[in-house]
């Protein structure tokens, strides 16, 4: 099975530019969140979404940022425009929520991460 | 903010058990603890999680204690490759809950030959 995939790996762009990012979660995934980790700080949520609906946004750091999951398969998130502090990891995590046995279990797994740099 | 307290790194001999404490005081009875760990370059990956029993799966064993206020991830024969940043975070369930995840600085464990 396909693990989360993320698409591109990397990206330059100058200050003003604009970003596309798009990940690919596990297929089944009803669940898809963004998260980041900006130079020397912790990993950050961004926002969660359940199938195309968003279910929390409250991590979005202003409105550059647009997350889209159109259909509720891949998503993408464009910075427009990017500035000198968007530079970081972007990661996209995917899951499955289930409840048996009076547990709730959810598995978010990651991908590999968009490392973007804005000049 | 992260509810979990960790500390910055440790050092572990290749073959001996790695034991990661995290204190999470302030838990509340409908959180659980989760362990991830992000080794260089990778995204984090998950390892374990638990609500009030001990758990154990392939990768590690989880102790809560009874109060659980605190816990710890166990990495029975530590190798090379578990050199990582290990974080312990704790979080709600529920059918309508957000399921983020709130990172700390986490623990990063060097496993030594």
Request: aromatic content about 10%; some cysteine; charged content about 20%.
């Amino acid at each position: 099975e396909a693990g989360v995939t993320q698409f591109p790996s990397h990206s330059v762009i100058e200050k003003g530019q604009t970003v596309t990012l798009r990940c690919d979660p596990i297929s089944g995934h009803d669940n898809l969140y963004w998260y980041r980790r900006v130079m020397g700080k912790e990993i950050k949520f961004l926002l969660h979404f359940v199938k195309e609906s968003k279910q929390d946004e409250s991590g979005m750091p202003n409105n550059r940022f647009l997350a889209e999951r159109t259909g509720g398969t891949y998503s993408t998130l464009k910075v427009q425009p990017a500035e000198l502090e968007d530079s970081g990891v972007y990661f996209c995590a995917s899951s499955h929520r289930s409840f048996a046995t009076s547990v709730y279990r959810e598995t978010q797994y990651f991908g590999p991460g968009t490392r973007l740099l804005v000049l | 903010d992260a509810k979990t307290t960790q500390p910055t790194s440790m050092d572990c001999a290749e073959g001996r058990a790695a034991n990661l404490p995290c204190n999470h005081s302030t838990i509340s009875g409908n959180e659980y603890v989760y362990w991830y760990r992000q080794i260089h370059s990778q995204g984090p990956q998950y390892i374990i999680h638990g609500l009030k029993n001990n758990e154990t799966n392939e990768m590690a064993s989880l102790i809560i204690t009874e109060d659980r206020k605190s816990s710890t991830l166990i990495l029975p024969h530590a190798t090379l490759r578990d050199t990582a940043v290990y974080y312990c975070i704790v979080r709600v369930h529920g059918s309508s809950n957000t399921g983020k995840l709130i990172f700390g600085q986490g623990t990063t464990l060097q496993v030594k030959p």
